[in-house]
């Protein structure tokens, strides 16, 4: 009796815990929940998609194999799109819609098993390794990345600290940016090429001109977000104007900063991706995608495509990380 | 060379604003002697801010002169002639209030040590001790205020700023800083122009009370307190004091009616 009226710290203290941890899994069943649901009506609708997707193959390979297909002509069946073939083959076009070798449209089953099976399952130094692949695109995205984002910074820094940089070099940087970079790509490389330099450097160059630019505006924005009270009183200690850049305009961007880094270390991965297209490059996502629609392979095409993306959201997640910790560590709350 | 500190001879502001021009000072002369301590009052939107402003060389008058230690006010602000306690606390969110505080005196080369002393001697002095490596947003509203004006305090300036400064505390903490202030300023001697919407406030710790008037913004009166120097709290009750106070509330009042 006495011990339910009066509960002892410690039980109290497990309640808490009980309670706050009862808490964490209702948020974590509310933001998890919609997630997955959305991911397997995608997955759904992709397996649902794949049955028209490919069924010109799998009516061919009935009709190979004996089976009766309206219309029964091979002539008949060439200019007839895949959804009208599957609903006048349901059966056929269902069962045979997930084995293919080079469907239309690979199922996400069909993708993970290649994913693994290029993964776990080979050397990661072998040429058939998505790893293999995947390190050369990194390494040249990383450099690229680390000349971009710097030369980004120090473009904004002139911007901000040099009128006439302010009204040329933003100029030049959005131009630079709408040169479409799938027609500049091969032309870098290619001259880089002819005085010698090949390899990582090239498409590293690719990957910096895509992340530069936000890193510019971002960091643009973030120098000069300091409002006028901040300045004024700045002023009011006859600060100099490098004084007011280092005590107030540099730590004043920061979060704009990482905003930025976010997407360019993200455009990073698509310039390389890009330059590793149209060089015949032996090595990389780029050059994986290639040879896939070289030779039909969808299935290898997807998986790259796959692999391509989870590298760019583990790069984002990272950048994230080191937000987090640059900003907690300089007291900025988020 | 005269030997004030201020000198504002005709002192105008017109801000050119998109629905027309903002006379926020009309005709201002006042001449602010060392060591006085100056109250301005005055009704919301009369100009006591801008003519801070103008002093602390952040706004370009457009007629009169003014002089600050017989400079132009913007080589006043050049030689660090004055600290500002602006009416907004505006401490930099990514700095410790020690930081905060020690801002200053980075940007005017104080040594390492000296710049410690001096800011655990500021905090204690607005009653902060402790909390120097708290961030801003840790703290209430009441608690940045006072270290903005420690970090007014920190540095060596013969003059002092300060916009309503004391306007986000309460009582209790009001009185002790309005003797808090009083002490310092009879121990440093310095010059103070203080802005401030409390009538009592000004009469406590002013040698003068500059009154405003606003549209366009002006001196309506100036009255000086026969106060002594020595002034403890209890003063607010002397007929003196009552009698002061009664002036600039008419002072107030008659500004109001007029404009
Ligand atoms: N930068 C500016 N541009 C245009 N008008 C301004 C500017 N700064 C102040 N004003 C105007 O000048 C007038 C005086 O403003 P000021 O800030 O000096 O008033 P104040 O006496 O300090 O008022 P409060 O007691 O509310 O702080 C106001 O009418 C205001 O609208
Ligand atoms: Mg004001």
Redesign the pocket.
Known sequence: MTEAAAPGPATLAAATARRRLAARGAALRQSVLPVLGVIAALIAFWYLACIPMNAAQSVLEAARAGAPVTPAEASERRGMSGLALAVQNPAEAAARAYGQERPRLPAPHQIGAEVWAATAQVAPTSPRSLLYHGWVTLSATLLGFAFGAALGVLLAMGIVQFRVMDLSVMLWAIVSQTVPIIAIAPMVIVVLHSVGISGIVPKAAIAAWLSFFPVVVGMVKGLRSPDAAQLDLLKTYGATARQTFLSLRLPGSTPYLFASLKIAVAAALVGTIVAELPTGAQAGFGARLLAGSYYGQTVQIWSALVAAAVLAALLVALVGAAERLVLARMGLRR | MSGAVVEAEGLG?T???GDGP????KDVSLSIGKGEFVS?I????????????CVAGL?APTSGSLRVNGMSADNARRARAYGYVF?AAGLYPWRTIGGNIALPLEIMKYPAAERQRRVRETLALVDLAGFENKYPWQLSGGMQQRASIARALGFDADLLLM??PFGALDEIVRDRLNEELLALWARTGKTMLF?T?SIPEAVYLSTRIVV?S??P?RISDVIESPLPKERPLEIRDSSAFIEIAHRVREGLRAGMEAA
Not at chain 2, 22 to 25: G, M, N, P, R, S
Not at chain 2, 42 to 53: A, N, Y
């Open positions: 502001l801000f050119a604003t903002v006379h926020a000072l301005f005055g009704p919301s939107g009369c100009g006591k801010t801008t003519f801070l402003r706004e009416q916009d309503e802005v919407h405003m606003p549209r913004g």
